[in-house]
């Protein structure tokens, strides 16, 4: 059972606003350790979506936002799409060792 | 852009070792400031990271693995290796290697992934 929680699910119209929350602890987000955020397509390996809590890599749109804030971090999509269709995980340091949220399903309706 | 590839046997029976390879393409494994990294994920399950080695051959496995894990690195070939002994059915996973970037002191994140290669333990 990893130490970062996730939604297991969440789910917007086209063009809605979704946002999927990362909930860890005093050992992990609340120590002060970054948080990264990964997509999934079905079939396929994890994406870096964003790193450094807040940064998009290349090629990442402005649809997609990071932020953290005490022991959560949490990822927005702005302006749904049916191409973000994909499982959501966030990543950071629990007591020195690298895990990973328990991911979260985004559904477009 | 940097391209990794898993390459190994897709069956693995129980009590054996799993042997999986990741091979570098369009950098150097030799990078200062890179980790070369194994996470695995089970069927319909989330992600778990295995542990990295760096060019120098320094490593890092989860503890939950450490007694089962060994990572290296041949950087005459621009690869590295994962084996994970004594396998059973849960250790049945797509198995996938990344680039580990660490800018400082717990800042790290993956970037690329290979495509991942399933393995199946199964006798």
């Known amino acids: 059972q990893s130490v970062l929680t996730q939604p297991p699910s969440v789910s917007g119209a086209p063009g809605q606003r979704v946002t999927i929350s990362c909930t860890g602890s005093?050992?992990?987000?609340?120590?002060?350790?970054?948080v990264h955020w990964y997509q999934q397509l079905p079939g396929t390996a994890p994406k870096l979506l964003i790193y450094?809590?807040?940064n998009r890599p290349s090629g990442v749109p402005d649809r997609f936002s990071g932020s953290k804030s005490g022991t959560s971090a949490s990822l927005a999509i702005t302006g749904l799409q049916a191409e973000d269709e994909a499982d959501y995980y966030c990543?950071?340091?629990?007591?020195?060792?690298?895990?990973f949220g328990t991911g979260t399903k985004v559904t477009v309706l | 852009q940097v391209q990794l590839h898993e390459s190994g046997p897709g069956l693995v029976k129980p009590s054996q070792t799993l042997s999986l390879t990741c091979s570098i393409f369009?950098?150097?494994?030799?990078?200062?400031?890179?980790?070369w990294s194994w996470i695995r994920q089970p069927p319909g399950k989330g992600l778990e990271y295995i542990g990295y080695?760096?060019?120098?051959?320094?490593?890092f496995y989860n503890p939950s693995l450490k007694s089962r894990v060994i990572i290296s690195v041949d950087t005459s070939k621009n690869q590295f290796s994962l084996k994970l002994t004594s396998v059973t059915a849960a250790d049945t996973a797509v198995y996938y290697c990344?680039?580990?970037?660490?800018?400082?002191?717990?800042?790290?994140?993956?970037?690329?992934w290979g495509q991942g290669t399933l393995v199946t333990v199964s006798s």
């Open positions: 990344a680039r580990d970037v660490s800018v400082g002191a717990y800042s790290d994140w993956f970037d690329p």
């Open positions: 369009g950098g150097s494994i030799s990078s200062e400031g890179y980790y």
């Open positions: 080695v760096y060019y120098t051959g320094a490593t």
């Open positions: 005093s050992s992990n987000i609340g120590a002060g350790y970054d």
């Open positions: 450094g809590n807040i």
């Open positions: 990543q950071s340091y629990d007591s020195s060792l690298m895990v």
